[in-house]
């Protein structure tokens, strides 16, 4: 047998036995269907675990099942997720849910990977999760795990996820939850990313072949990265008469969201400004996966109302119109 199937299967006991005694208590692990699973799933791509806690709680306080979501409006959910960022995802779950609502649960992976925002990783743990079906789950984590236990210095990609998903089938155990779930949290608690693994807590320490060498840090092998592009954003904060202008973005990053409106460094005002100087000003920086804003962000105050804008006020702001996080440097002009 492989040797490397040979070290996986002496692996996935250990790993089984250490998960159950030492998993953290998180919200979506409690009374878990599968749109709570979904919901969970969603909320925790490119999100921090202590981010989502809180605001998972109170989205399924909000929408408890697919139907509730299905039938709130658009602003209502994503209202729900701000805060939380990756804005689509909202807009994906809240289709997902109608998809959940009008057919059911699916019980296979195409069917499960067939819902709105959901690619193989997540596909593969809601299956494992919430269906019982042994398709394994592979992300970064996973495959800084493996790498490890590997001691493997191929570069980090898909082809490296999909061999490790090949291997993780080939091993799978009957109790699929607690497997996918105890990789994801052996990723978490005990092999971090940065700095230097806990190895000495560690369920893999007597087979690790990267631990056993002493050499934990040189895995995983990282691939090129490609630079972000930069963009030079011009924020106009409009106020009239105790309000300010917003408007909805209609494509691109934050599709669908509320903005103060904007408009490249380069391009004229989205409005007529007044003359003279801006009551405030600002920069700010924000970074998304593979673009960064830089902003200069001014506080204006007009003498009408610009129609093509949606005009209202700071309370109605905070209670109705999601903003995203990339403007928060100059939410705090809003009085
Ligand atoms: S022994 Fe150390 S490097 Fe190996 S899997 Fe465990 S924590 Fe990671």
Redesign the pocket.
């Known amino acids: 047998m492989d040797r490397d199937i040979e070290l996986l299967q002496r692996a996935v006991p250990r790993l089984l036995s250490w998960f159950r005694e030492n998993k953290r208590d998180l919200p979506w692990r409690h009374d878990r269907t599968f749109y709570t699973s979904l919901v969970a799933e969603l909320m925790l791509q490119q999100t921090r675990v202590e981010a989502v806690k809180e605001k998972y709680v109170a989205f399924l306080e909000k929408f408890p099942t697919e139907r509730d979501l299905a039938a709130a409006s658009e602003d209502e959910v994503m209202k729900a997720w701000e805060g939380l960022g990756y804005y689509s995802r909202a807009r994906n779950l809240k289709s997902a849910a109608e998809t959940l609502f009008a057919e059911g649960t699916p019980r296979t992976w195409e069917g499960v990977k067939s819902l709105a925002g959901v690619g193989d990783y997540t596909a593969g743990a809601l299956c494992s999760i919430a269906l019982g079906l042994k398709e394994p789950a592979v992300d970064g984590n996973v495959v800084?795990?493996l790498t490890?236990?590997f001691a493997d210095g191929s570069a980090e990609g898909d082809a490296l996820k999909r061999k490790f998903k090949e291997m993780l089938r080939q091993v799978y155990p009957n109790d699929t939850a607690d497997f996918c779930e105890g990789l994801m949290e052996?990723g978490a608690i005990?092999?971090?990313p940065n700095g230097v693994?806990?190895?000495g807590?560690?369920?893999?320490?007597e087979?690790?072949?990267?631990?056993?060498c002493g050499e934990?840090e040189r895995?995983p092998v990282r691939a090129e990265k490609k630079a972000r592009r930069v963009e030079h954003l011009n924020v106009y904060v409009l106020r009239c008469g105790g309000k300010y202008a917003l408007r909805k973005r209609t494509e691109g990053l934050l599709k669908g969201l509320w903005e103060f409106p904007n408009s490249p460094a380069s391009a004229p005002p989205p409005c007529p400004l007044p003359q003279g100087k801006a009551l405030a000003e600002r920069t700010a920086k924000h970074v998304f996966t593979h673009v960064e804003w830089r902003m200069t962000g001014r506080l204006w105050e007009t003498e009408e109302p610009f129609p093509a804008f949606l005009w209202a006020t700071a309370e109605e702001i905070g209670r109705e119109y999601a903003i995203p996080s990339a403007f928060k440097a100059f939410k705090d002009w809003l009085k």
């Open positions: 800084r795990i490890r236990l052996l005990v092999c971090l693994p806990l190895c807590a560690c369920p893999w320490r087979l690790c072949r990267a631990h056993l934990e895995y």
